[in-house]
């Protein structure tokens, strides 16, 4: 799905273990403002249900595994997040539901901008009607 | 110990779950330029074995445990890494052994600069040196 990607990063392993490194604007399309991480959530929870008119992520599952609805609008997309060294770029205007948490799941979120409530979009309708009247702008 | 310090950051929880967000300049002092992680490291392994001359770091346990002994060539001193809120900073010409991996850990570190082989100091004579010539300078 346009403005969405899932990015394989490269896994440093040896007798030490497994690494893997994320390196700003050369890994990832964005500096890293923020780094956020979620867990201890209910199987049947649905985290999400929003989109942004500005914030890029990338979501990565370092233990156990959850899936992501993704929808722009127009068609709808479930990915599932359970490898370590996968990531899932979510761009602008991404309506995303995190569901199906595994019991060890930690979800670690790297965000490309501090917090701001206001470039929420947490209304459904609101958010498929900035798409439909924002197509040839931002989308 | 000067140059490091253990943060407690604030945990977001409610019936959706238990959250943690980081931003830099804020909830840390650095900008973070690149994050990495690591995980599936033997019990009995000893990581890290190094010092930093310009990287500044946050150390955060997402999963499991581990143990990380800090040496600043005078003092030294451990600290376990067990609770998913728990970061532990290590600032310049700190000497560090990451060792005592839980089966589940997965260690999440935050880092203020791209990597750079030639800021590390590698040899823990060397450091020591580094650390009695430069005690004026920038430690």
Aim: glycine residues 6%; negative net charge; aromatic residues 10%.
């Amino acid at each position: 799905m346009k403005n969405t990607q899932v990015i394989n990063f490269h896994i440093k392993g040896d007798e030490r273990g497994s690494l893997v490194a994320i390196e700003q604007l050369k890994d990832i399309p964005f500096e890293i403002k923020r780094v956020y991480y979620i867990w201890g959530t209910e199987k049947e929870f649905l985290r999400g249900k929003h989109a942004h008119t500005e914030l890029e992520q990338i979501l990565i599952c370092v233990s156990g595994s959850c899936k992501i609805r993704l929808d722009n609008g127009k068609e709808k997309q479930i990915v599932e997040l359970k490898d370590k060294n996968q990531g899932l770029f979510i761009g602008q205007m991404i309506w995303r539901e995190m569901f199906d948490f595994s019991d060890n799941c930690v979800l670690v979120v790297l965000a490309s901008e501090y917090y701001d409530e206001k470039e929420y979009i947490r209304d459904y309708n609101e958010f498929l009607e900035t798409i439909r009247t924002g197509i040839n702008d931002s989308i």
